[in-house]
């Protein structure tokens, strides 16, 4: 099987390149892309790309295959075709080969205060709530920040530093949500301006290519709806 | 919060419901005047004098152009953060707009009511 992947170095290489690599893929094996790409690091060990769990959990793994964001550690080779070109996940800086430094998207995360505010007296043990508002969070919970979603925005592309993107949109939506949060009036507050929230063209992107089959493009839907009602 | 001084609208809710407002009276006068093409196939200097001259055509000529404006606005200056980033050929895109956006009111009041 043949694989074109990304490479850069930046102590050494003035430009990045696209590196051809072969490898042999036993017959009747299903892997994965990373268990490929980990075998392809055993044979050159300057091959650079992050991975932990290796089983879609911990969103380290993210990079574009064959031109579409994806999880390697869940994307089965057979589904890749004879060629599989891997680089990293656009719109962010490249640290080295396929690890991108993912400052900016964590800022934007930070933005959203991904934490449940409560400035009500806390009760004895625990917060209360019924199963049908924890319903409400299903979806929206399971995000794993693999950043696939917003490094296939455009939108994040251009501002990167001013619209929030469908990851962070996505916890926005978390927890105004929560009916357990307080908060929802300053949360709605601080989307409310020409980039946070509505510089989402609604492209789905995020959609199409989110490893855990979430819609951030639904839930930023309802944020926008929140601050409709809010704001009329 | 990020804070922008060249936007229509001081919040990006506001720049979002102008835009489709405006979006919705433009198809509405859109159809308005397919409508009367439609129902004149042999139109003459005449017929569109009348029609134009109508209280109700040149309101709702002087809302379509004041609210395509509007739409423009907004539109532009949403394409203008996103692909022009030098600050000063951003900063002199966006005022050429506002002055562009400004002058098709003025000049569309002046040709509607003149009629």
Redesign the interface.
Known sequence: MKFSIYRYNPDTDSRPKMQEYDLEIPEGSDMMLLDALVMLKDKDPSLTFRRACREGICGSDGMNINGKNGLACITPLSKLGKKVTIRPLPGLPVVRDLVVDMAQFYRQYEKVKPYLQNRNEPPARERLQSPEDRAKLDGLYECILCACCSTSC??FW??PD?FVGPAGLLQAYRFLADSRDTEKDARL???????????CRGIMNCVSVCPKGLNPTKAIGHV?SM??SR?? | MVTTVTSLGRSGLHDWVIQRLSAIVMALFTFYLIWFFASNPHINYELWNAFFSSTLVKGFGILTIILMSLHIWVGMWIVSTDYLKPLSIRLIFQALLVIYCLAIIFWGIQIFWGV
């Open positions: 455009p939108s251009w501002n001013k507050a601080d989307l409310d301006d020409a980039y946070s929230v509505f510089r926008r601050l409709l704001g009329v």
